[in-house]
């Protein structure tokens, strides 16, 4: 499968974006071999550094206003169940800008793929503070410093009602990969956090590579052990950074009870309705 496109390239040198498109080309790869069609893939972007990815991987693709990948990515779904669709999106862009679709796809169960950049600024506009910047974090938004303790996403999407809850690290694309390869393949709501590497405006390639670990759950199932494992890391100090698959169940999804619904009204009789008005 050709992937390749020969758009330039005007990610910053060292981007951790670099990692996660070589994770994503791969996963894909890889779903093409389980005999996924390539057409069969729709890439949502939103807006921020991380959505130049759909210019430089050749999937169909739609760009999204700022904060709106889900709401696109959910209709293309209900559209076309058939389609896998995924959305790249940042911290800024999906947990400042969009939290509220964020949340209520993973409630709804709609069975999409969100995988967020999280370089835990707003990069592209050069240097404000977002939902995961630590405490202190000082940006051209906070020049004394943020005084916002950050959110433990995952934790949100759990309580939220996400099926499939995961973090990834960019320097680890193998990883990454078969992380977003069972994301695309899980009947429901796919949520995949990527932590990357902004070299230019939050480096955190030390704190990330000495801390970073990946583990393995036996129990995918049980929400409290899943919780144990994502509060290993507040978001803010120095210590172990565990990524992998922290919680997978199945249960029914969004697009399954719209259409199960339509189904049950073919034999509704609208008229009724209207009378009582």
Not at 112 to 126: E, G, K, P, S
Not at 159 to 166: D, K, L, M, Q, R
Request: glycine residues 8%; contains cysteine; neutral net charge.
């Amino acid at each position: 499968m050709d992937l390749d496109l020969k758009t330039k390239n005007t990610w910053c040198p060292g981007c951790g974006n670099f990692g996660i498109l070589a994770a994503l080309k791969r996963a894909i790869a890889l779903l093409e071999k389980e005999g996924m069609e390539k057409e069969s893939f729709v890439l949502v972007a939103g807006i921020g550094c991380h959505a130049k990815i759909a210019d430089y991987v050749n999937l169909n693709s739609f760009y999204g206003l700022h904060g709106r990948t889900i709401p696109v990515a959910t209709g293309i779904k209900i559209a076309n169940p058939n389609l896998n669709v995924f959305c790249m999106s940042g911290d800024g862009d999906s947990y400042n800008e969009g939290m509220e679709h964020l949340i209520h796809a993973a409630k709804r169960n709609t069975n999409i793929t969100v995988v967020i950049h999280d370089n835990r600024n707003f990069a592209l506009t050069v240097k404000q503070f977002t939902a995961t910047s630590p405490k202190g974090f000082s940006s051209n938004s906070s020049p004394y410093g943020n005084i916002e303790k950050p959110i433990n996403p995952l934790e949100l999407m759990l309580s939220a009602g996400a099926t499939f809850v995961a973090r990834g690290y960019s320097v680890r694309i193998e990883h990454l990969a078969n992380i977003i390869k069972e994301g695309i393949k899980h009947k429901g709501f796919s949520f995949i956090e990527v932590l990357q590497n902004c070299v230019t405006w939050f480096d955190e390639t030390e704190k990330y590579n000495k801390g970073v670990y990946e583990f393995t759950n036996p129990l995918l199932s049980s929400k409290e052990e899943a919780l144990k494992e994502m509060r290993k890391w507040n978001y803010e100090d120095g210590g172990s950074i565990p990524i992998g698959v922290f919680y997978q169940i199945l249960s029914p999804c969004f697009e399954e009870e719209i259409l199960k619904g339509i189904e049950n009204k073919k034999s509704f009789d609208v008229s009724k309705v209207l009378a009582l008005k």
